[in-house]
């Protein structure tokens, strides 16, 4: 009997989260089929690289109108992006890429992980959470930890990144480190590995209160998931589960876009395999930049798409230190060194202060920004004093 009730408890907690918005979910793009329309012929994915006005690398993104997933929040809103978040969205653009916003219509920003980290290898800066093993470089964004020698076994963090050559090894491009929720639970998403009546796993995480017997349809192999719940280390599983299957933003065909990600597999007439967090595609030969792409090197494509997975570049740029931009508010401000602009930790005290005074910045005040990443903080070398 006692076994009898926590199943139908179970099958009580799955049905109930297959009516929430966002759990379980079957209709993962707006047309229902989980794949979104490319009506707008757009689509971008990589790290944000700027804020008001939003940015993954060329284009500037017109986004007060789309409909922003974050994490398990379907409809969070722009107002929850942050620098280094890797962003996914599909819109609309009216002229030659990069010269015109490309109007975004919905996307959504996935960490890769939320939880406490489980190791650190300084010699080699690397950390792991959960069976991610993540890497950091120099533009790797931090909020709430002094840098990578700031991070500490039992911190609970938020790491956004591009995934390697293995998929679950990750390059950082933000770390925040937050409050441990007061039940311990924690939060990937990942590529499904395997679905079966047995269970869900993705990342090497097995779900065993979630089966293939779950969705109608089910997913499809490769397709992305998120799981929120209690994680036994031993194990390698999740239980007390929530499960939101994550819209794929594939391109159809003619579709322009702008890809960041991993080149792989980079072959002698340049062609190459773009890793990014959702899918792999296959790059064609055709447009050499000034530096050549290198297996592992990160990089962002504008492209023309020929199919799903398959792009035509116009150019491939190799990614180097980004200048990383934002405006907004000013806030939590106690020196030039130790502030925020709109949630970002910013430091000042090397930067042109233009359109006043230093003595001008003050919380409620509006600043725009550029910089680059420093330990902590975006290292600021120019901040505009906005009316």
């Known amino acids: 009997m006692k076994t009898e009730l926590l199943a139908l408890r179970r099958l009580g907690a ?33 790290t944000v690289v700027s804020v008001e006005p939003f940015s993954v690398g060329l284009a500037s993104l017109e986004a007060s109108a789309a409909v922003i997933r974050r994490d398990e929040t379907a409809n969070a809103g722009v107002s929850t992006l942050r620098l280094g978040m890797n962003l996914e969205a ?47 470089d120099a533009n790797t964004l931090y909020d709430g930890v002094a840098g990578f020698p700031g991070l500490a076994s039992g911190a609970y963090v938020e790491v956004s990144g591009l995934p390697l050559a293995d998929l679950r090894t990750i390059l950082a491009t ?16 990942a590529r499904i590995d395997s679905l079966s009546p047995a269970g869900l796993s993705l990342a090497g995480i097995q779900v065993p209160g979630v089966s293939s017997g779950s969705f109608s349809p089910p997913p499809p192999m490769g397709g992305r998931a998120r799981v929120n719940g209690s994680y036994n280390a031993a194990a390698s599983a999740i239980t007390n589960e929530l499960v939101f299957l994550l819209p794929d933003f594939a391109p159809a065909a003619s579709t322009t876009v702008e890809i960041e990600g991993i080149a792989l597999g980079v072959a002698p007439n340049g062609s190459f395999v773009l890793r990014t967090p959702a899918h792999d595609y296959d790059v064609a030969a055709g ?25 035509t570049p116009t150019s491939v740029t190799v990614v180097g230190q980004i200048v990383y931009r934002v405006s907004g508010t000013v806030s939590d401000y106690t020196s030039l060194a130790a502030l925020r602009v709109r949630g970002e ?11 006043g005074n230093a003595s001008d910045i003050a919380n409620g005040r509006r600043l725009s920004i550029v910089g680059t990443a420093g330990p902590g903080a975006l290292r600021v070398s120019e901040a505009t004093l906005l009316p």
């Open 14 to 46: 799955i049905l109930a989260i297959a009516i929430l918005p966002g759990c379980l979910e079957t209709k993962t793009g707006s047309n229902g089929t989980g794949t979104v329309p490319a009506d707008g012929k757009s689509l971008v994915a990589g």
């Open 345 to 355: 930790p910013v430091d000042l005290t090397t930067a042109v202060i233009r359109g």
């Open 90 to 136: 599909a819109g609309t653009v009216t002229g030659p890429y990069g010269t015109v916003p490309v109007v975004l219509r919905e996307g959504g920003a996935q960490s890769a992980v939320r939880g406490p980290v489980s190791s650190i290898d300084a010699a080699v800066q690397r950390f792991t959470v959960a069976t991610f093993t993540f890497v950091v």
């Open 174 to 189: 933000r770390i925040a480190q937050t409050a441990a929720p007061a039940d311990g639970r924690i939060s990937v998403s």
């Open 287 to 311: 447009a050499p930049g000034p530096t050549p792409v290198t297996s592992g090197a990160r990089v962002r494509v504008v492209a023309t798409a020929s199919s799903a997975t398959s792009l």
